[in-house]
């Protein structure tokens, strides 16, 4: 069974930071592209930033703002946020791109990320 936990949500006040992390745990053989997402209250969920090997992409709104990253070794994606707006204010959801029997996708339970003006 995989497993996605998140962590590292909170309550900040704009032009604030946070860091985002996400575990895959499982009998995982291997794990393709890493995304964070997000999910405004009476709003889609939308993508934030996915994470492939060796490249990176970015939601217009979070460009220059938000990093990504992965630790292979700990089959881990972090999310560095900086300059926080109130507008980012969501649930934020890992997603992962994962084969075990076969390839399939995996949520995380999301962390709730409140930006204060």
């Known amino acids: 069974q995989v497993q996605l936990v998140e962590s590292g949500g909170g309550l900040v006040q704009a032009a604030g930071s946070l860091r985002l992390s996400c575990a895959v745990s499982g009998s995982i053989v291997t794990i393709f592209a890493m995304d964070w997402y997000r999910q405004a209250p009476g709003k889609q969920r939308e993508l934030v930033a996915t994470i492939t090997v060796g490249r990176t992409n970015y939601a217009d709104s979070v460009k220059g703002r938000f990093t990504i990253s992965r630790d292979n070794d700990k089959n881990t994606v972090y999310l560095q946020m900086n300059s926080l707006k109130p507008e980012d204010t969501a649930v934020y959801y890992c997603?992962?791109?994962?084969?075990?029997?076969?390839?399939?996708?995996?949520w995380g339970q999301g962390t709730q990320v409140t930006v204060s003006s």
């Open positions: 997603n992962a791109e994962i084969f075990v029997k076969y390839r399939a996708n995996y």
